[in-house]
């Protein structure tokens, strides 16, 4: 973060660092930064969090992160009310 790192590798790490401590507010954001960076496809993203979410349901940190995707994109298509 600290080199403002936005990559493939850098993403993974979020990644593994969520698996680890899925509370982690910055490192949240940070990936946030990531994929925006990077233009990666954010119908991915959202895959992953619904299998990441379901392990941590309670998890404020998942669900703003899925707003910030799903804001991203514009269309809240496939998302539940």
Not at 15 to 36: G, K, S
Request: hydrophobic residues 40%.
């Amino acid at each position: 973060m600290a080199a403002n790192e936005f990559s493939p590798r850098a993403l993974d790490l979020t990644e593994d660092l969520i698996d680890m401590n899925p509370a982690h507010y910055t490192v949240w954001l940070y990936r946030a930064q990531c994929l925006f960076a990077l233009d990666s496809d954010l119908r991915e993203e959202l895959e992953w969090l619904s299998e990441t979410a379901l392990a941590h349901q309670k998890n404020y940190q998942i669900w703003h992160h899925r707003n910030l995707v799903v804001d991203r994109l514009g269309s809240c298509e496939g998302e539940t009310g």
